[in-house]
């Protein structure tokens, strides 16, 4: 059973446009990190939300996390080909230990 | 300070093999999580360990095991392969295994082939 969706699966743009992706579920979560993914690697955390409304920055991204903690949305202003990268959210299930579920993910491609 | 290693990068197995991926956490870390990422089902918990004790345990069935030295490393074994058990297999360290805020540092991943 996927606990997280993520929208858009796929998403193309070219250099400087703005972007959101989504992370959802019917789920309630402690907390939720988004993390970034590049070929051969392993992911690579971006941010932590904790708090209901939360709004975190991080240079041109911004992190939201759902006044219910259900949901996340990440927003991309003028993007960049270095921000290209499979795009991440995980939920924290519980509060003991660490014990993550993943949405599947949004790949994102940025044109120069 | 040196990043989680996990050894081998690479792994060609046939199926009915077993397989045993290792992987070091960041120096001072004493949780190490085990991933499975693969295209169709993405990243998936498999387990968790702290203390050389498993605390936590995704759904994966018994051919899939690991342990914890008193160094903090961390190996996992898969029995009686399966093609299905292709994946890229993730290992994390966290500094306070406290809770679901903590940052976790993943490995490069361990790309396992099955024949």
């Known amino acids: 059973t996927q606990l997280l969706e993520q929208s858009p699966q796929f998403l193309s743009i070219q250099e400087g446009e703005n972007l959101t992706v989504y992370c959802n579920s019917s789920?309630?979560?402690?907390?939720l990190q988004w993390y970034r993914q590049e070929p051969g690697e392993g992911p690579v955390l971006l941010v932590t939300v904790v708090t209901g409304g939360e709004v975190k920055k991080l240079k041109r991204l911004t992190f939201q996390f759902g006044d219910a903690r259900k949901d996340s949305s990440l927003h991309i202003t003028a993007a960049q080909p270095g921000d290209t990268g499979l795009y991440l959210c995980a939920g924290a299930r519980g509060n003991y230990g660490q014990n993550f579920v993943f949405g599947p993910g949004t790949r994102l491609s940025v044109l120069p | 300070k040196a990043g989680v290693t996990q050894t081998p990068r690479y792994l060609i197995k046939t199926r009915g093999q077993q397989v045993t991926l290792s992987c070091s956490p960041i120096s001072g870390h004493r949780s190490v999580s085990w991933y499975q990422q693969t295209p169709g089902q993405g990243l998936q918990f498999l387990f968790e360990?702290?203390?050389?004790?498993?605390?936590n345990k995704g759904n994966f069935p018994g051919r899939f095991s690991g342990r914890q030295f008193s160094n903090s490393r961390s190996e996992m074994n898969v029995s009686t392969l399966e093609l299905g058990d292709s994946a890229l297999y993730l290992c994390a360290s966290t500094l306070v295994p406290a809770g679901g805020t903590d940052t976790q540092y993943f490995g490069p991943g361990t790309r396992l082939t099955v024949l």
């Open positions: 360990y702290f203390s050389e004790t498993q605390r």
């Open positions: 789920s309630v979560f402690s907390s």
